[in-house]
């Protein structure tokens, strides 16, 4: 069954490819309202799942208790900063850290089709910050 085009979720996931820093759904709401300014939170929230369910975006659950939305499904890696709670990108090769995987597997009778490696630390805004005072 083909899903029905909707104009809303597309400027959803529309504005989730202008950012970098993953957003909340909050954060998604308040930005998409200036243009749907009738659009609901209830709404916003429906098509992020329903996207996120689909694949066409990609759900991160980085431990504060909040989704974090980010459009690019591709594998790639996360940096979390334990000041800010910031979540960024890391440009590293996503196979470079694959042996984790194979080590899992070594003593596994299942089949490990992925993993999800979250980086903690301190972001160089807040490094910076700390450094100034």
Do not use: W
Not at 15 to 29: E, G, I, Q, S
Not at 93 to 106: E, F, L, Q
């Amino acid at each position: 069954m083909a899903l029905k085009y909707s104009r809303q979720r597309q400027v959803i996931k529309d504005f989730l490819m202008t950012r970098k820093d993953h957003p909340t759904a909050d954060v998604v709401y308040m930005n998409v309202r200036q243009e749907y300014p009738n659009i609901s939170l209830g709404t916003v929230y429906r098509n992020l799942s329903l996207l996120a369910n689909l694949g066409e975006i990609r759900r991160l659950r980085i431990g504060d208790g909040v989704d974090h939305f980010d459009a690019d499904t591709s594998m790639h890696y996360h940096f979390i900063c334990t000041k800010c709670g910031g979540v960024t990108d890391l440009a590293m090769n996503p196979g470079s850290i694959d042996h984790i995987k194979d080590s899992a597997a070594a003593g596994f009778d299942g089949r490990i089709e992925g993993h999800i490696t979250y980086f903690y630390g301190i972001c160089g805004n807040c490094v910076n910050c700390r450094e100034e005072l």
